[in-house]
Every structure is written in C-alpha cells, then in structure tokens.
C-alpha cells in the first residue's frame, strides 16, 4: 500500500460528520430560544453524545439580513454511522416530541460529512 492510499484510508475513517438544522423565519412562528438552549440541547447532548456527537452550536439570524432562516443548529460528530444509531434510539424519539415546546415550525434538515476544515 503506497503513502497516499494509506493517508487518503486514515483520513477517509476519521472524517466528522455534520448535521445541520435550520429554522424557518416566519412572522408568527414561534420559537423559544431560552427553552431551547437550557433544555432540548441538553437532551440532545444527553441521547446523542454515546452515538459520537462531539459538539454543536446555534447561530440566530438578523432578520434584516436573512428572511428565510432565524436559527442555525449545527450538531458536530464522528460519523454518518453514529448519526444514524443516534437517531434509531428511543432518546430520538423524546427529542421529536420536545420540539413542540419551543417551536411551532418543523426545521429543514441536511447532513454531509466534512471534506475539510481548518479546524
């Protein structure tokens, strides 16, 4: 096996894993980012931190500068594997039903794994 198809196979099974959620900004939807921040994302930690879940982070958006998102969630992991056994748990589950308690809007959801960073 040469250098360069052992690095690229090394790389290739330590590539982290993102999903990103994203709120929709409507007029009257409602979302509760106090709720938000001290309960749901500690449940999510909580359930999805033995599937790989390294960390996560919530940006809120201007809506002078963004009218179609007001919130950004972006859950940072080790693997698209993970992410999946994550969400296959009964703590996924508790997760979906908690949305109701700060949000009256479904997020849209996307997930890819990391290319490269300069992290």
Known sequence: MTD???RFKHQKNNMSFRTVLLYPF???ARFDLDYYTNI???LVQKHFSPHGLKSWEITKFSPETNQQFNIQVI????SAE???AAGDTPGAKELADDVANFSDELPLMLTGTVVKSSL
């Open 40 to 42: 749901h994302m500690p």
């Open 26 to 28: 409507k007029t009257k």
């Open 82 to 84: 993970g992410a999946k």
């Open 75 to 78: 859950l940072m992991g080790e």
């Open 4 to 6: 360069h198809v052992r």
